[in-house]
């Protein structure tokens, strides 16, 4: 899953993927040779789903998932907040399914109060 990326690799991740998502478009060809238009487009949209999903968590994973350099403190006793890791969670979008995740505080203190910090 994507950490946070500057603007550039987020760029070279997508690029990545793109690329991906062509040569397997080549290797489907290479194995429908008598394919008609139709087909191709069909696959081609499967693929695209899949590129979206992908293309769209590199844009918001890669941006922020909420973690802090310094801890949040919690809004009911003041304590630093302990990062429990990530959640994730699975969209289903118009252009395809994408998996977004966020940081995940805990105060140790106050059982059950979490924070997910907006972003
Ligand atoms: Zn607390």
Request: hydrophobic share 30%; glycine share 10%; aromatic share 10%.
């Amino acid at each position: 899953m994507t950490r946070r990326l500057s603007r550039e690799r987020r760029r070279a991740a997508f690029l990545e993927k793109a690329g991906q998502m062509y040569d397997e478009m080549e290797n489907w060809y290479d194995r429908h040779e008598r394919a008609s238009f139709g087909e191709i487009e069909r696959e081609a949209r499967e693929q695209r789903r899949e590129l979206m999903g992908e293309t769209l968590g590199i844009l918001i994973n890669g941006r922020d998932t909420g973690q802090q350099a310094l801890a949040p403190r919690c809004d009911q006793c003041g304590q630093e907040m302990s990062f429990e890791g990530y959640r994730r969670w699975e969209v289903h979008g118009l252009e395809g399914d994408t998996e977004l995740e966020r940081a995940y505080y805990v105060c140790p203190k106050c059982r059950g109060e979490t924070l997910f910090p907006p972003g």
